[in-house]
Nanobody, 115 residues
Framework: VQLVESGGGLVQPGGSLRLSCAASGATLSSFVMRWYRQGPEKERELVATITSAGGSTFYSDSVKGRFTISRDNAKNTVYLKMNSLKPEDTAEYYC?????????WGQGTQVTGSS
């Protein structure tokens, strides 16, 4: 299974970005999907989760109300819409697919908040 993130970039405070995580080699509809991020000199942090059917979503307190995770199983893609971005959102963002004890990671996409 290969996961490829895209959509990162440089953004001003208050701006928006939409990250995408496209999968090949497996159908994502059976996987719980998560977005993580790792900022400079920080540990990897779970940002958002969406269940396999897409019926439930969960967010860290740091992004709740600003970020939205969604999935399009027909396109085998998961998204993270990020609004009202802050400098502290600067990080490498990774998607993760997990089913049971099996998990897969993408290579990451960089989001950088400019001042």
């Amino acid at each position: 299974v290969q996961l490829v993130e895209s959509g990162g970039g440089l953004v001003q405070p208050g701006g928006s970005l939409r990250l995408s995580c496209a999968a090949s080699g497996a159908t994502l509809s059976s996987f719980v999907m998560r977005w993580y991020r790792q900022g400079p000199e920080k540990e990897r942090e779970l940002v958002a989760t969406i269940t396999s059917a897409g019926g439930s979503t969960f967010y860290s307190d740091s992004v709740k109300g600003r970020f939205t995770i969604s999935r399009d199983n027909a396109k085998n893609t998961v998204y993270l819409k990020m609004n009202s971005l802050k400098p502290e959102d600067t990080a490498e963002y990774y998607c993760n697919a997990k089913m049971g004890n099996v998990g897969y990671w993408g290579q990451g996409t960089q989001v950088t908040g400019s001042s």
